[in-house]
């Protein structure tokens, strides 16, 4: 079965400043997708970035970007000049294609993250 | 705009009442649903998978009688908590997708059941 890991429950940064979220995933697979979501005190779910498994290159949107370690099955986003509406708990998750019984998503327990003034 | 719609947002009520919850997908056929359920400070769990027009497929641990999910149409999907209990409290996500559609999520439903 496959299995998503954030072992950082909380994580701070100063505003302007970089901070990376960690998150370890296992799977036997060779071809998925992985996700980092944003969760604000609305709940609502925001999709941040993604990664195919099958590309190299890793992700990036704006101030978001990933580090995708295929072979070691790590995926950390890192964030750069944080701004105080990046605090929020962020979710790591996993999926399958859809040729695969993809879709559904396996999530991380979650990475609360503080920004500081 | 909002490309899902899920209603109530948040739901209030007595013990043993049944509550039913809506996703809709507002421009797009959902040929899939997922529910997820998150407790507070928790992560978002999969409730069950349902593709339009079948029987929805539970993960291990959610009872079926409790939790009873129609997919009826591509635009359409319900979870209804029967005879709800102070521990079915919780916060409830669907997620619908459709053919080459990214993940979309509802909004959630906050239910507290007294």
């Known amino acids: 079965a496959q299995t998503v890991t954030q072992s950082q429950p909380e994580m701070s940064v100063q505003e302007a400043e970089t901070v990376t979220l960690s998150c370890t995933y296992d799977t036997s697979e060779s071809d998925y997708y992985l996700f980092w979501y944003k969760q604000p005190p609305s709940r609502q779910m925001i999709l941040v970035i993604r990664q195919e498994a099958y590309k190299q290159q890793n992700a990036t949107e704006n101030r978001f970007s990933v580090n995708f370690q295929k072979a070691a099955k790590s995926f950390s986003l890192k964030i750069s000049d944080s701004q105080l509406g990046d605090a929020a708990m962020y979710f790591c998750a996993y999926t399958r294609p859809i040729y695969n019984q993809g879709g559904k998503l396996i999530f991380g327990q979650g990475t609360e993250l503080s920004v500081k003034p | 705009g909002a490309v899902v719609s899920q209603h109530p947002s948040w739901v209030i009520c007595k013990s043993g009442t049944s509550v039913k919850i809506e996703c809709r997908s507002l421009d797009f056929q959902a040929t899939t649903m997922f529910w997820y359920r998150q407790f507070p400070k928790q992560s978002l769990m999969l409730m069950a998978t349902?593709?339009?027009?079948?029987?929805?497929?539970?993960e291990q641990g959610v009872e079926k009688d409790k939790f009873l999910i129609n997919h009826a149409s591509l635009t359409l999907s319900t979870l209804t908590v029967t005879s709800a209990h102070p521990e079915d409290s919780s916060f409830y996500i669907c997620?619908?997708?459709?053919?080459?559609?990214?993940?979309?999520f509802g909004d959630g439903t906050r239910l507290s059941i007294l």
């Open positions: 349902s593709n339009e027009g079948s029987k929805a497929t539970y």
């Open positions: 997620s619908p997708r459709g053919p080459n559609q990214p993940q979309h």
